[in-house]
């Protein structure tokens, strides 16, 4: 069947460390996003990528890095200098501009423990 | 700048009875994109309906209806029959439509169903 996987589901890191989330997709999208949830707050843009090899800052990139290497693959790396990385994390995708329709991943839950 | 507001935090409903969620909007563009889409507990978003602002027909999807007025900026979901399986998280989404990543979203609403 075809989707998009975030893994892990809930992920912990130390104060200091970096992590990376995964998203995987098998939409043949070309366009991926990710998004930051916080309680009581809407969804908040990250970074996205339109194609293979280029990615752009969203709303609130500061802290995080991503790579396009792949078509289907577009992960997250929440960096040290992120100050405050508890959140929910979903990762998204599009066919490409005319479409108007995302589809979602099941997200993942960072904890800074 | 573009933004949307879901006034109701919380929103409670009997079964099989009918709810209608608001979705007030700001925009100085003639021609964008609504959505509705539903966060269950599981966490996946899920694309609910969506309206083109250049039809002036609400869209239709089964038990769900919007009711679009784009003069008064509004945008409100209406749920007909309520299920036990539409308790979730609903957020309201905007995008112009020559964007094609900037999705502006609401804070939510929260619908519980009474059985």
Not at chain 1, 70 to 93: D, G, H, I, M, R
């Amino acid at each position: 069947d075809g989707g998009i996987t975030q893994s892990p589901k809930y992920l912990f890191r130390k104060e200091g460390q970096n992590v990376t989330l995964s998203c995987e997709q098998n939409l043949n999208h070309d366009a991926m996003y990710w998004y930051r949830q916080d309680p009581g707050q809407g969804l908040r843009l990250i970074y996205y990528s339109q194609i293979v090899n280029d990615f752009q800052k969203g709303d609130i990139a500061e802290g995080y890095s991503v790579s396009r290497e792949k078509k289907e693959s577009f992960p997250l790396t929440v960096t040290s200098a992120q100050k405050n990385p508890t959140a929910f994390y979903l990762c998204a995708s599009k066919r490409g501009f005319m479409n108007t329709e995302a589809f979602f991943g099941q997200g993942t839950r960072l904890t800074v423990v | 700048a573009q933004t949307v507001t879901q006034s109701q935090p919380e929103m409670s409903v009997q079964e099989a009875e009918t709810v209608t969620l608001s979705c007030t909007y700001d925009t100085s563009e003639s021609d964008y994109y609504l959505f509705w889409y539903k966060q269950p507990p599981s966490r996946q978003m899920i694309l609910v309906i969506r309206q083109e602002a250049y039809k002036q027909q609400n869209a239709t999807e089964n038990r769900f209806s919007v009711n679009f007025q784009k003069a008064a900026k509004s945008f409100s979901l209406k749920i007909s029959d309520s299920q036990l399986g539409d308790a979730a998280m609903y957020f309201c989404a905007y995008r112009r439509m020559d964007s094609n990543y900037q999705l502006i979203w609401g804070a939510g609403t929260k619908l519980i169903i009474k059985p």
